[in-house]
């Protein structure tokens, strides 16, 4: 095994930096004299490099990405560093090596619609995840779609006019409670936007958003709905989270720009 | 009921019938006492009082010992049930005299035992319960937040040393009051430092039942006019050009509320 042994050395040679990625506690004690930058959902290991990553991308390619534009964006390493990326794929514990570039990948702004959105990163987490099971189940096997409004819930209503009585009137759901779980079914059948707070809660549904749509530059073929995503994004400083009638595709949109596109079946 | 053994089996048996009888008592006490240790082993591991218990001082004191919390628990168990039939066995054979001294004696043996469970349990409990509580402390990063937890064990001690003290008898008055004062202070002090809090939460409970403005609606309190961008238990959040307002809630009950339409 010895041509194995050299290969991995000259892999792990001369790295700036190794990024772990929801690492153990006994495995990152091990590691922590290097120069290593901790990349997961919680900082589980209280590790001082923390680049909070609250969605578990299924793809590697996509966590790496996602993981070291976070760690340039915090400034734990330079943009021209050499990283090692210990990664788990299939298994519990890390099983994964992958050298990269901090500069190898274009600015996609994931990071950023997670950390520097003014609703919290678990409330934006929750919403993509209640997409993307939306997305899964559809309603009685037909595709259904929706759009999220997160954050800045003040603004967003005073943007928008009621389409009908709000259910969520004086209730006190929040996305990520189990309840909400059990709504899903009922979410595909409003039409309109979920308007959700800073905190999480769900303000109202059956909103029509009306900002000016002046300057959205979103891909062609998209529809009504992801127009209207855009151009609130734009208007106020809230993020939005589509759910595509037409391509099952959940795509996130900050500042009127399209940021990230997931496939609900792949995730 | 105990005292009216020995004359029962005295008028079934003979004399000497009696004493063979203390024997077989005593024989019978042996094994049940052997089967109560075995039981409660079982039972507490059963129950998961093994797992429970793991990492406690108690128990790594139990261990250095060469024993653990379970094995103590079912010993001092098995040894009530034996020292239980040696004294009906003594009862039985009228070796001594069957005075006040056994009578008192057998009916302070269960407080006695009682008082050591107590003793274990509290021991055990505040262990765990300082545990829980740093566990759940944990994030807050501040060095001082480590007396909370130590608190939490000490006071679970001093109660269980109170019922283990009360059960032996011992005059537990004075403590009961320490105790008393104790629980008071740590009321009053929680009354006086979370004023503020309780009126804000209490505030915020009607303002989320009734829900007099909600996100989105245009409000004035004191001078702060905004919208509003949340409401929990504690404070309002109400945001203008570039300004967030975070106003506690008590502050809408004292000044009231404007709701600005237009």
């Known amino acids: 095994m010895t041509g194995l042994d050299e290969f991995l050395e000259e892999l792990v040679a001369d790295a700036d930096a190794v990024c772990l990625f929801s690492p153990g506690k006994s495995h990152y004690e091990t590691l922590a004299s290097d120069d290593v930058v901790v990349v997961g959902p919680d900082n589980d290991v209280e590790a001082d490099a923390f680049v909070q990553l609250p969605l578990e991308f299924e793809d590697l390619r996509d966590r790496i990405r996602f993981g070291v534009e976070g760690a340039v964006d915090h400034g734990y390493v330079d943009e021209d560093a050499d990283l090692v990326c210990l990664a788990k794929v299939f298994g519990e514990d890390a099983d994964t090596v992958a050298r990269v570039r901090a500069d190898e990948f274009e600015k996609s702004g994931v990071y950023d619609l997670f950390a520097n959105s003014r609703a919290e990163p678990s409330v934006i987490r929750d919403v993509l995840e209640v997409a993307v099971e939306l997305g899964k189940k559809g309603q009685k096997g037909k595709p259904v779609g929706a759009l999220f409004v997160v954050g800045d819930a003040g603004k967003v209503m005073n943007k928008s006019r009621p389409l009908s009585y709000n259910p969520f009137e004086k209730s006190h759901v929040h996305v990520g409670d189990p309840i909400v779980n059990v709504m899903l079914k009922e979410f595909s059948r409003l039409d309109g936007a979920f308007v959700i707070s800073d905190s999480g809660k769900i303000v109202s549904a059956y909103r029509y958003l009306e900002p000016s749509a002046e300057g959205v530059d979103i891909p062609k073929g998209l529809g009504a709905r992801h127009m209207a995503a855009g151009a609130i994004t734009r208007d106020t400083n809230a993020i939005a989270i589509v759910l595509s009638e037409s391509d099952g595709l959940v795509r996130a949109f900050k500042a009127g720009e399209l940021i990230l596109e997931l496939d609900p079946e792949a995730y | ?262």
Do not use: C, H
């Not at chain 2, 109560?36 to 793991?54: I, N, P, Y």
């Not at chain 2, 509580?133 to 939490?152: A, C, H, M, Q």
């Not at chain 2, 430092?193 to 004191?222: M, N, Q, T």
């Open chain 2, 1 to 262: 009921m105990q005292i009216e053994w020995p004359q029962v089996v005295r008028s079934v048996f003979s004399e000497r019938g009696a004493f063979a009888a203390s024997i077989a008592v005593l024989f019978v006490g042996v094994v049940g006492s052997y089967i109560v240790w075995r039981w409660t082993r079982t039972f507490l591991r059963s129950a998961g009082v093994s797992d429970a218990v793991e990492g406690t001082p108690f128990e790594r004191t139990a261990r250095s010992f060469g024993t653990s919390t379970v094995g103590i628990v079912s010993t001092i168990a098995a040894v009530f049930a034996y020292v239980l039939a040696i004294v009906l066995a003594v009862n039985l054979a009228q070796l001594g005299n069957p005075d006040l001294f056994w009578q008192r004696f057998t009916g302070f043996l269960p407080s006695l035992f009682v008082a050591a469970f107590a003793l274990i349990i509290g021991l055990v409990v505040g262990d765990k319960a300082k545990l829980y509580v740093g566990e759940r402390l944990r994030s807050v990063k501040l060095p001082e937040v480590s007396i909370i937890p130590e608190l939490f064990k000490y006071s679970i001690f001093y109660v269980a040393i109170l019922i283990a003290l009360g059960q032996l008898g011992v005059e537990t008055m004075a403590l009961v009051v320490l105790l008393g004062v104790y629980a008071f202070a740590v009321v009053v002090v929680a009354l006086v430092a979370f004023w503020d809090l309780l009126r804000s939460a209490a505030a915020g409970i009607y303002l989320l039942l009734r829900e007099p403005y909600s996100i989105g609606d245009r409000v004035r309190i004191d001078d702060n006019e905004g919208i509003v961008q949340e409401v929990d238990v504690f404070t309002t959040r109400i945001e203008s050009d570039g300004e967030e307002y975070i106003v506690p809630n008590q502050t809408v009950f004292v000044s009231g509320i404007v709701r600005i339409r237009d």
